[in-house]
């Protein structure tokens, strides 16, 4: 019976999922691509002189502010492929990095980790009780998480950190923060650091370069960046590869077809959403041990951010990570390197504008290709015409990015056909 419904769910599925005319990725054209990025990286830093495009600095800290969008995208993408939009990533991870802070003090970082996941998930409980159950609207029930969340966590260290007379307040903690908590290890490759690093001094064209980059990731990285990069691959496993998997996404694509096949879909939908907010409070809980304790207003918007990854990632974990990465390595780049480093990705952003208008002309669009050709150009006038960037636009950056992706690839994205949409059980009979 079980071999049957799944076989029959993998069915319905692949309906579903038909690619239209798109032919996917192999593997040799995706190393293509990164190989070709790789060198236009180098010669803009060789042509602008802006040589933290390819430091190891750069793409070391790039790795650590992606890792909670990409964490939240990654929640984000369970709750919705199982038919439930999850709004509130940002409420779950400020309540991860409350828990993180408030354990983290007492206990050390890897149970301040362990706070964080619990925290997420017991707001992805009430968002599951809230939107399945009870058939509240999703983006309502996002909505009222963020605000609960951001209520609970500045009542809760007002009371808890910032308490007279409290162990919190005798140890460093106030009304805003946690008291600080212990470093948590880093992991290096033995023998690599050093080699890549005297390369990289160097500058040698592309040598350096790719020195640079694979050092920022293999050098000084947090344990719990390599326990976030192990559950991208096992979400993928999961949910692509497991029958259980199959059964959740047939719920975010037709609820009532995987009923009349056997699937309890409130069950999925909880489990899914439940995990979903496990992810971004460890989402959270990372910016709390980066930082060595939970501070007021610590997420900053990141899971919004998530959200705009697992959308732009095309709801697979994958192309999640690849969005947290460019999200990342922006906000990274607007924090260490400021207005010369932006000012030199202006000519980078120019370059490939005039590749999609080529690549638009020649699919017969020439209305688009137009209009990017002249954006490339004005870019390109913008560049030789300055020397750098101003600040207020180095800080919004990562938000510009966040709307350019989305606008550039909305009408190539599939979301599953029944996210969002309200489910009451039985409603197929």
């Given at each position: 019976?079980?071999?049957?419904?799944?076989?029959?769910?993998?069915?319905?599925?692949?309906?579903?999922?038909?690619?239209?005319g798109r032919r996917r990725l192999s593997y040799p054209v995706v190393m293509l691509i990164l190989a070709g990025g790789l060198i236009l990286l180098a010669?803009?830093?060789a042509l602008t002189g802006a040589n933290d495009l390819t430091s190891s600095g750069q793409y070391g800290s790039a790795?650590?502010?992606a890792v909670p969008i990409g964490l939240a995208g990654l929640g984000g993408l369970w709750a919705e492929r199982s038919g439930v939009v999850n709004i509130g990533l940002e409420g779950m991870m400020m309540l991860g990095s409350f828990g993180a802070g408030w354990m983290g003090w007492q206990h050390g970082p890897w149970v301040a980790a362990l706070a964080g996941v619990i925290g997420g998930a017991l707001g992805g409980l009430l968002h599951a009780v809230a939107t399945v159950t009870f058939g509240v609207d999703h983006i309502i029930s996002g909505v009222a998480m963020n605000i609960l969340a951001l209520g609970v966590t500045q009542y809760a260290a007002k009371t808890l950190f910032g308490g007279q007379g409290s162990a919190a307040l005798a140890a460093g903690g106030n009304d805003k923060q946690s008291p600080p908590m212990a470093d948590m290890s880093n992991f290096s490759i033995p023998g690599l650091d050093d080699w890549l690093q005297s390369l990289e001094k160097h500058h040698w064209f592309l040598v350096s370069d790719a020195a640079g980059i694979l050092r920022g990731f293999t050098s000084q990285v947090s344990w719990l960046t390599i326990v976030a990069a192990a559950l991208f691959v096992v979400t993928f496993f999961?949910?692509?590869?497991?029958?259980?998997?199959?059964?959740?996404?047939?719920?975010?694509?037709?609820?009532?077809?995987?009923?009349?096949?056997?699937v309890n879909v409130y069950t999925y939908k909880y489990?899914?959403?439940?995990?979903?907010?496990?992810?971004a409070g460890l989402g959270g809980a990372f910016l709390a041990i980066g930082t060595h304790m939970y501070s007021d207003g610590q997420t900053g918007g990141r899971g919004y951010i998530g959200l705009a990854t697992m959308i732009s990632g095309n709801w697979r974990p994958g192309g999640v990570a690849m969005s947290a990465g460019l999200f990342g390595f922006m906000d990274s780049l607007?924090?260490?390197?400021?207005?010369?480093?932006?000012?030199?990705?202006?000519?980078l952003v120019a370059v490939l504008l005039?590749?999609?208008?080529?690549?638009?002309?020649?699919?017969?669009?020439?209305?688009?290709?137009?209009?990017?050709a002249v954006i490339a150009a004005l870019l390109i006038v913008w560049y030789a015409a300055s020397k750098s960037v101003p600040l207020e636009l180095v800080e919004s950056t990562p938000y510009l990015v966040t709307l350019l992706v989305l606008a550039l690839f909305s009408q190539r994205l599939r979301m599953p056909k029944a996210d969002?949409?309200?489910?009451?059980?039985?409603?197929?009979?």
């Open positions: 019976m079980s071999t049957t419904v799944t076989s029959s769910l993998a069915d319905r599925l692949r309906g579903a999922n038909k690619p239209e010669a803009l830093r790795l650590a502010a999961v949910l692509w590869r497991t029958s259980f998997g199959l059964r959740l996404r047939s719920c975010g694509e037709s609820p009532v077809a995987a009923e009349s096949l056997g489990a899914a959403v439940v995990v979903s907010g496990a992810l607007q924090l260490r390197s400021g207005g010369p480093t932006v000012h030199a990705l202006l000519l005039l590749g999609l208008a080529l690549w638009r002309f020649r699919g017969g669009k020439l209305k688009p290709a137009v209009v990017s969002g949409k309200p489910y009451r059980k039985g409603q197929g009979k």
